[in-house]
T-cell receptor
């Protein structure tokens, strides 16, 4: 169907460790995959996105990988810091009104 | 996303009352959206508008209404028919809905509480 499955729902890591969040989808027409970070009581903010013609994209400590064959994409955060603690949402497009969001992963980074 | 504003930050609704949430953007974006977020949950689409004077229902439109008379404004009315309106309401906009313009940018949100 249209849904995006996101795992885990909660993730706790020690400061300096890596965190990985995975999302799976079933619509093979999907070609746009953004990730959003939402701090408590704040707006979701785009942190990285990837399109279907690319397998991996990196921005400093954040990377996203896409496996189109298996229909899953993952967010990787390296050298985690306490300020990385937030809820992370994956999403998949074509985009616009058809952007479907995952249920979110609450990340705790312990100092 | 600094170009999208929502007001008020907090809104209290009495039983049987209609309330309107404001969303304004100065990004010259064609498309605008309203989402509802319940505690610990994801984002659910209420309404969206791809262009001025046009809007479509999302997944949970019942009890809500919108208008899009100006490109920069997309107000949401929570009517008395919405029996469980307590939630965090997020407005978003994007350049369009086609490839390259579909990234959505969110406003700061309005928290609606029922008295």
């Amino acid at each position: 169907g249209e849904n995006v499955e996101q795992h885990p729902s909660t993730l706790s890591v020690q400061e300096g460790d890596s965190a990985v969040i995975k999302c799976t989808y079933s619509d093979s027409a999907s070609n746009y995959f953004p990730w959003y970070k939402q701090e408590l009581g704040k707006r979701p903010q785009l942190i990285i996105d990837i399109r279907s013609n690319v397998g991996e994209k990196k921005d400093q400590r954040i990377a996203v990988t896409l496996n189109k064959t298996a229909k899953h994409f993952s967010l990787h955060i390296t050298e985690t810091q306490p300020e990385d603690s937030a809820v992370y949402f994956c999403a998949r497009g074509p985009g616009g009104f058809k952007t479907i969001f995952g249920a979110g992963t609450r990340l705790f980074v312990k100092a | 996303d600094g170009g999208i504003t929502q007001s008020p930050k907090y809104l209290f609704r009495k039983e049987g009352q209609n309330v309107t949430l404001s969303c304004e953007q100065n990004l010259n974006h064609d498309a605008m959206y309203w989402y509802r977020q319940d505690p610990g949950q994801g984002l659910r689409l209420i309404y969206y508008s791809q262009i001025v004077n046009d809007f479509q229902k999302g997944d949970i439109a019942e009890g809500y209404s919108v208008s899009r008379e100006k490109k920069e404004s997309f107000p949401l009315t929570v009517t008395s028919a919405q029996k469980n309106p307590t939630a965090f309401y997020l407005c978003a906009s994007s350049i369009g809905v086609g490839q390259g313009g579909e990234t959505q940018y969110f406003g700061p949100g309005t928290r609606l509480l029922v008295l």
